[in-house]
């Protein structure tokens, strides 16, 4: 039980320490900026056009793919720059294990894109003026976008953790998640042995069945395993590094 404690309090300090670097770090504002106007401007389009309908479904795969491009800005620090300064070193010093500092780092991330995800509430109180009536949609439209983005920020920190440069992390993490975001338009081009396990990997498939309001319990479990997966991958080349060290 001690250790658990102790385990908790090692990552609860991480997460705070981390988010106090994004609250005094003007990235994160700039990013989160970006992403409400964008988004904010799409949702207007949508709104004002005449075949306008009580529903988030049609904005959802452009706010699906601005977060493709947006989420690796924020996480391409995350150890990159951890590495290019030398603290990564003194960080492993600390009573701290890698598990730990990944999962920190993760949640101090997560809690910053959810508030970059609240003022989009918004849409839901216009929607529901346009006379949605209907709030299962809505709901399983904003747990799709709190997955897909979690699996994101993973994938982001994946990438953080293979560079030493921020810029090289921020690239690397955008190529990756659009190779996940295409591999299901791939699938139909393999072979048949492949497709199915190639359609399996897509992000854009699975969170597709969110936007539709359908929320499936292998769509669930897929994006918590790959989320469990890509902490998993990012925790062994911090290992490596350490014993490279």
Request: aromatic share 12%.
């Amino acid at each position: 039980m001690n250790a658990v404690r102790l385990g908790l309090n090692a990552v609860s300090a991480v997460t705070r320490k981390e988010l106090y670097s994004y609250l005094v770090s003007p990235m994160a504002y700039v990013v989160t900026a970006v992403f409400l106007l964008v988004n904010g401007f799409i949702f207007f389009l949508i709104i004002a056009s005449p075949q306008a309908e009580a529903s988030l479904r049609p904005m959802l795969p452009t706010t699906a793919f601005l977060l493709l491009l947006i989420i690796p800005v924020l996480t391409m620090r995350l150890l990159a720059e951890e590495k290019s300064t030398g603290t990564m070193e003194l960080l492993m010093t600390f009573p701290v294990t890698d598990s730990q500092v990944v999962l920190g780092k993760f949640l101090a991330t997560f809690v910053v894109y959810l508030l970059m995800l609240a003022p989009t509430l918004v849409y839901v109180v216009i929607i529901r003026a346009f006379g949605g009536n209907e709030w299962g949609p809505l709901l399983s439209a904003y747990l799709g976008l709190v997955l897909l983005g979690a699996a994101f920020i993973a994938v982001g920190m994946f990438s953080s953790s293979l560079a030493r440069n921020q810029i090289v992390a921020g690239v690397l993490g955008i190529g990756l998640l659009l190779l996940l975001w295409v591999m299901g338009a791939a699938s139909s081009v393999l072979g048949p042995r492949l497709s199915s396990l190639i359609a399996y990997l897509s992000l854009n498939d699975h969170f597709m069945n969110f936007g539709q309001g359908v929320i499936d319990l292998k769509d669930v479990v897929f994006y918590l395993s790959f989320i469990a997966g890509a902490l998993f991958l990012t925790v062994r080349v911090l290992e490596s590094s350490r014993w490279r060290a």
